[in-house]
């Protein structure tokens, strides 16, 4: 006889009797509408265009932005420290949430694009201290101010109060999200097994 693999219960976060809750199919939907709008190409080319060229003219890529973002964001951690902290490809690597070898190749760029200055580091030689040249600097001002610009337009019919919450309800749903990633891989072996043993049913 066959294992009965359907759930013992209701899926955590559904509603009544394992009904879904229509706001978490609600929050999935616009999360993968705003993954696809913060992610569109004309997005890019304005932050491109906003922040010119790199030192030598070189044009700015998309990596440079985020690693700009993530060593200038580190650098205002590590300063606030006591004793002060290091911002290193090792803590690059774990912001964005890649392997140190492709987190060492895009610092890499970035420094080859005068944005990312590296400095021995004094506690540790085999270490590189990272942080951000003057160009670096002026880059993630305006990057910033763009990101802001663009929200304010988009929030413009908002109030005060709703611009407060919401922010602190992204916080926290954020904080919480990067705790307890999902784990893509796991997660699409199940969706596949499920769907095999579970018959079609209307939506």
């Not at 999360?31 to 265009?49: E, S």
């Not at 201290?129 to 304010?152: I, M, P, S």
């Not at 954020?174 to 209307?202: C, G, L, Y």
Request: with cysteine; glycine share 8%.
């Amino acid at each position: 006889m066959a294992a009965d693999t359907s759930p013992a219960g209701p899926v955590p976060g559904d509603g009544p009797a394992g009904l879904p809750d229509q706001a978490l199919a609600d929050i999935s939907l616009a999360l993968f509408h705003l993954r696809r709008v913060w992610g569109k190409p004309d997005l890019v080319k304005r932050i491109r265009a906003q922040t010119s060229a790199g030192p030598g003219g070189r044009p700015l890529q998309l990596s440079n932005l985020m690693v700009v973002h993530v060593v200038g964001g580190l650098s205002l951690e590590c300063a606030n420290r006591e004793p002060a902290g290091e911002v290193t490809v090792g803590a690059v690597a774990e912001r964005l949430e890649i392997d140190p070898s492709t987190a060492s190749r895009l610092v890499g760029h970035a420094i080859d694009a005068g944005l990312v200055s590296r400095r021995p580091s004094p506690l540790d030689a085999r270490r590189a201290n990272l942080g951000l040249t003057e160009a670096g600097l002026r880059v993630k001002q305006v990057a910033d101010r763009f990101r802001r610009a663009y929200l304010a337009e988009l929030m413009s019919d908002w109030t005060r109060e709703e611009r407060t919450v919401f922010a602190e309800l992204l916080t926290r749903f954020t904080n919480r999200a990067a705790h307890s990633p999902m784990d893509h891989d796991v997660n699409v072996d199940k969706i596949f097994q499920e769907a095999r043993a579970d018959p079609p049913t209307d939506t």
